[in-house]
């Protein structure tokens, strides 16, 4: 569901919501609107650490790339070796 930041004729912000197609929140001061986006950002991050931690726990690769503390202790030994040549 996508927020839309909308200025209101007085100046003030109001906050349209593209899945409901309504406002959620009106008259808001800019200070408001920047909370609201904080405050559901950081839900949105501590959600999505959670989610990748019970997976490292349950032994899985939570993203593409994922390497262990092995291979990428072996890659920083190869990268000091090769900054100290």
């Known amino acids: 569901m996508a927020q839309i930041i909308v200025i209101q004729p007085d100046g003030k912000f109001s ?3 593209t899945f409901f197609d309504e406002w959620f929140m009106v008259d808001l ?3 408001d609107v ?3 986006f904080e405050d559901k950002d950081r839900k949105r991050s501590i959600e999505s650490t959670k989610e990748v931690i ?3 726990k349950a ?3 939570p993203y593409p790339f ?3 503390w092995e291979e990428l202790n072996e890659i920083a030994k190869t990268t000091e070796a090769e900054e100290n040549a």
Do not use: M, P
């Open 34 to 36: 920047i909370k609201y």
């Open 29 to 31: 001061d800019e200070e």
């Open 15 to 17: 906050l349209w919501s």
């Open 59 to 61: 032994g899985g690769k």
């Open 54 to 56: 019970e997976e490292l």
């Open 66 to 68: 994922a390497q262990t």
